[in-house]
C-alpha cells in the first residue's frame, strides 16, 4: 500500500506534538507538512515546537519548516490533521475543506454541526455517508470529519456492546482526566498538585452531547440520559493515549 | 465546663498521629494517654510515633511515654479513641469496654455490630440509645461507638437533606481518596505517582453497607440502592481532614 | 504592646496571600489594609483575591475592601509589607518610602542598592543603619528594608556561625525549590508534573549576590566564592513557610 | 551477526522487568529464559512479574515460565544479567560464574571487589582484562562484570572528557533520584509525593567510591576528592531510564 501525505495544523501546540509523535512510524501516514499560526512560521519544527513530550522528537519532523495555515501552502497531501484550537479551528477547517482538502480534527469546533460526521470508528462508521450530505450542502470538495473528545472516545467503546445488545436507559460516569489534555501551558501547576479540580469547562456538556450523537443515526441523535462529572487529576498523560 | 481525659490506641500509627494532631487544643479533649504496639512500648511518643504529619508534633504528646494496650494501663480517662489497625481493634476494643471504658472507634470492626451506633452525629444521633441494648446484651459497663468511613462520612452528610425531604432511589457515587487514608507504609509510590488505581480493598463494600446503617433506624438499614466506585489519587490528604 | 497595624501591597497574589496567612493572629502585627492592582480595586479580598492557600481565609482580612496601591489610600499604618511583583515594585514603594512609610519587602527591585538593608535579622542586624544613609541620600521620611531570596534566607541561616567561626572560601550549593515560589500561574502543570526543571530564571544570581551583601559589612559584600544551581521539584511549598 | 542469547535473574522484579524492556528488540540479545525467587518459580512470566511498567509488556517474554536461580536450570545461554536484589545477589552470581557463565550484573555485591571489573564502557573499558586475574584467582571459567550504580553511571560520562583534559582536585554532587531506583514496593507514597526526601541509604557511598574505582585503573582507584549528596524526588523515572 501507498503511504498516505499528511499535514499536520496546529503541529507546535500540545495536541499537534501528540498527533506528529502517533503518526511517526504509522504504517498508512507519513507527514509531509506541518503548520502552525503566525509566531512559528519559518522557523524548523525542532524549535518551534520546544518538544515537550516524554519521547524524543521523532525524525521525520526535524527537517521540516513550518508552515502558515493556509490551504495554498500545504501543497499535494491526502489528508489534513487537525490539532487547531477551537477558537481558530471552525473558520481554518472549512477553508482546508472548501479547498478540497479532507480535514480529519481533533477541534471541537465543528463536532456537533449536524453534517459533520463525529467518528468513533468502531461504533459508528456507518455516519461517514454524511460526507456527502456535507459536500452538497455546502459546496466544497473536501471534507471535515471529527473525532470526539478524549473522554467521549474512552466511554463509547464499553457503552458500544452494551448499547447494542440491551440498549441503555441512562449513564451516569466520572471522569478523572490528566493535565495533557488541557493543553499548554494549562492547568497552573499550584492548582493541581497534590489537588483534584472537579471542573473542566465545556467537558461536561461535551461529554455528554458528543456521545449521544455517536449513539445517533446519522441524522439524529440518541436520546437515553447522560450525566458526566469531570475531574482533572495530577497526571501526565492518561495512560491510553501511552499505548496508541 | 471541665476538660474530658482521654487515651489514643494506635497513637503512633498514621491515624493515630491524625487523632492527636486533631485532639491538640481541642475545646473538650485533653490527651492523658497513648498507648500502641509492643514495637514503641516504654519509648518516648515522638521517638516512637516517627511524627510524618505536614505540621509540628503537638506539645501536649512530647512528655507522653507510649503505653500498651492494655486497660489495666491507661488509668483514668473520660473516653478511650481507637486508631487501631482493623486486625487488632476488635479484640482490644472489646476488653476496653469490658474493662468499663466509653471507646470511640475509627476501626471498621465493629461498625456493622448491629448493637455499636455507627455514628455521623448530624445524621443519626438518635442511634446512641443502642448503647444501652450493646450493655446489656454484652454485660459490660463502657461501650464503643464507632464513626464511619471516611469516605462515607463525606458521602451522608449532603445527602442527609435530600433523604430527609425526598427520600432516596438510588445512589451511583465516585471517590477519589488520597493516600492518606491508607495508612503507613500504605501505598507504594510506584503505584501510585502520575496514576490513578481504580481499587481500594473493601472500601466500597463498607461506602455502601455503612451508609445504609447510617440511614436507617437504630435496629434496621435503609434499602435505598447504592453503587460506589472508588480510586485512590496521588495528594497527601482529603481536603477535609486539612480543615477538621 | 500595642499592636502595629499593617498594609499588604500585592495581597491578592500568591506571595500576598503568605503574608496574609503569617499576619493573622501575630504577636505584634494586624493587617489594617490590603493594596493591590487596578483589576482587584473597590472588590472585597475574598472575591479579590481567589484564595489558594491550604488554610481557610483568616477572618482578619474578609470583611476589607481592597485598595489601590497608592501611598495616600492606605491612610495610618506602622508599616508596610510589599509583595508586588518586581517589575511594579521598584517605582510603588518608592513612592510609599516618600510618602514616609516604612516599606518592608519581599521584591528583588531594591535588595542590591547599596543603601537599603538586606536583612536575615539573625545574622546583619547590624545592616540596620544603613536606612540612615537611605533617608539622606534620597531626602525621604520613610524607608525601603528588604528580606532576602527565599533560598537566600535559608542558605545563609547554617553558613552564619560557619563564617562567624572558620570564615568561608567557597560555597556550592543546590537548592530543590516548590512550584509556590514561582507565584500563579507560575509554572506550568505540564512541565513540572513527574519532573525536575533545572532551571529557576535569575535565581542563580540573586541567590549568590545576596548571600555575598549579607555577609558582608554594610557598605562592601563579603568576597568568598559562591555557585549555586536551583531545581524546580514538583512540590507545593517549601517546608520551611509551612512552619513559619 | 547471531544474536546472543541471554537470562535475566531477577526478573520478577522492577528492575528486571527494566532489563526486559531494555533487552526487547535489541540488536544483539535475544531473551531465553527468566529466574527469579521460589514465590514465582513455575509461573509465567506476566502472571510472575505483575508488570508494572508504562509500556506493555514485551511479547518475547509472555510465553516463558520463570525458572529457579540456579546454573543447571538456565540452560544454554550466551550471558547472564543479573537484576538480584543485593542480598542475595552475591553467592547467586558466584555460583554462576563458577559453572562457567558470564554474569553482568546490576547489583552492587561485587561491583567493589578488586577483580571485578566496574564498567562504564565509555570510560574504562580498559579494566575488561580484570576478568582473567578474576578466573586466575578465583579458579572459574564464567566471570562477574558490573555496571555501577545509577548516579554514578550518569555522573561519570560528563566528568570523563574533564579528567582525561584537565585532571580532577575534587567533585561535589548532588543528585535527584526517581522512585522508581528504589524497586518496589520501595519508597512509601506518605513519605515522597509532595516531598523530597534528603537521604537514600548507601547511596552517596557508593557514588563516590565507585566513580573513583571507574577513573583508576584496573589496580588502583583514583584519589581526587569527591563528596555526594543524594536526594529523593517525587518522579516515577530518571528521564535517562526513558531514553535508553
Redesign the interface.
Known sequence: MKMLKSAVLGATG?VGQIFVQLLDNHPWFQISAVAASERSVGQMYPEASRW?Q???IPECVTGLEVLPIEPHRIGDVDVVFSALPSEVAGKAEEKFAEAGYVVVTNASAHRMDPDVPLLNPEINCDHVPLIEEQRRRRKWDGAIVANPNCSTTILTLPLAPIYGEFGIERV?V?S?QA??GAG?????????????IPFIRNEEQKFQNETLKIFGTPNKAADFKISA?C?R????MD?CN??S
Not at 233 to 236: A, D, F, I, M
Request: aromatic share 12%; net charge negative.
Open positions: 500540545n515537550r516524554p519521547v524524543p451516569m466520572s478523572m493535565i495533557s499548554y501551558p494549562g492547568v497552573p501547576s499550584l492548582d493541581i498538585i497534590d489537588n483534584v462529572s475531574y487529576v495530577p497526571l501526565w495512560i501511552l499505548f
